[in-house]
C-alpha cells in the first residue's frame, strides 16, 4: 500500500519510493485494493505488533498514533541519519506491569516458605557471599628448592675411574700486548 501510494504521488516523492522498494515488501491484507500507507501501517502493527515491525515515518499524525500503541519501536530520519525514537510512556509503562506480574507477591512467598518448612525442604539460612581469603604460605617461585641428600656413591674399579678435563683458559691479550707500544 505504501509504495502504491508513493506511486500515486507523482515524481515529487521518487526518491522516497526508490528507498521504500529497496526494503523487504510485506504483504498485506490490502493487496486487491490499496488503502492509504499509514492505514495500512497500523494495519499490520495490530493491537500488540505480533511480527515485531518497527515504523519508519515523517509524518507526525502517524508517529503519535504509533506512540500510543505499546511495543512498537518509531524511527525517523534527520538529515542522513536513521534515528531510534526513545521507547513512548505507553510503552515503559507495558514493561513495568509485565515486571510487576512476573514478581512473586511477599504473602505468597511467606506462603511458600511454610509449606517448605512443613515438608522439610528448608535449605540452610547461613550467611551467604564472598568467600573469605584465607592466608597463604610463602610465594612457592621466590622460595628456593630443597636440596636432595647425596645417594651413596657406587665404588668403581681403579682403573675405570674417570679422568679429569682440562680446560684451557682463553683470556684476551695475554701473551701479546695489543697496544701498540713497545
Not at 610463602?138 to 665404588?155: D, E, G, M, Y
Request: proline share 6%; with cysteine.
Amino acid at each position: 500500500c505504501v509504495l502504491k501510494e508513493l506511486e500515486s504521488l507523482g515524481k515529487e516523492l521518487y526518491g522516497a519510493k526508490l528507498i521504500a522498494q529497496r526494503f523487504q515488501v510485506r504483504s498485506c491484507a490490502h493487496s486487491k485494493s490499496p488503502v492509504d500507507g499509514s492505514a495500512c501501517l497500523l494495519s499490520m502493527i495490530g493491537d500488540n505488533n505480533p511480527h515485531h515491525y518497527f515504523v519508519a515515518t515523517q509524518d507526525h499524525s502517524l508517529g503519535n498514533k504509533v506512540r500510543n500503541k505499546a511495543g512498537v519501536p518509531l524511527m525517523f530520519i534527520i538529515q542522513n541519519t536513521i534515528v531510534l525514537d526513545k521507547p513512548s510512556p505507553k510503552s515503559v509503562a507495558h514493561i513495568k506491569a509485565l515486571q510487576a506480574s512476573e514478581l512473586v507477591p511477599d504473602h505468597q512467598k511467606q506462603n511458600l516458605e511454610h509449606l517448605k518448612d512443613e515438608q522439610g525442604m528448608v535449605l540452610d539460612t547461613g550467611r551467604r557471599g564472598k568467600k573469605r581469603k584465607r592466608v597463604g604460605g610463602p610465594n612457592p617461585l621466590s622460595c628456593l628448592k630443597k636440596k636432595k641428600t647425596p645417594a651413596q656413591p657406587i665404588s668403581v674399579a681403579p682403573d675405570q675411574k674417570k679422568k679429569k678435563r682440562r680446560k684451557r683458559k682463553r683470556g684476551i691479550g695475554l701473551g701479546k700486548d695489543t697496544t701498540g707500544t713497545a
